[in-house]
């Protein structure tokens, strides 16, 4: 497991068994026995969904703050799940390079690039794309 960060008697970590696209860290309060699943991007800088995994969902306000921490640490939240589980959960969707920056797409915009595989760097803090009818790989800076 990777732990992420914890405040106020909440964990959030990567689970580093049987971890699965699409990309999310789990936020738990064993005190009071729930857990949330917090889905991020790589394409994107804010948080794709939350569900409650197990127990009674928590206050809004405990929700946001997960979400907000997420978000603040979405740079070693990124590089956790790399490491875990070595996906970035892009294959076959549509991107665009924008700026530098990788963003998502759909098959219809201009510039989209359908992903035939794809790497996080750590260090670069960016996504290596191979795309479908590329022959060098692209990459961008994640947002």
Known sequence: MGKVTSFNGIEIVVRTRDEH????????????????RIYFSFVTPQIVEVELYHGITPREKVVQACMNRVVDMLDKVRRLYWEAVQTVCLDNKFVAIVNGEIRPSNSKSPGALRVKAARYDVKKKSVE???QGLIQPIVGKCP
């Open 21 to 36: 696209c699409e990309p999310h860290v789990h936020a738990f309060h064993m005190g009071e026995g729930w857990e949330l």
């Open 129 to 131: 794309v191979t795309a």
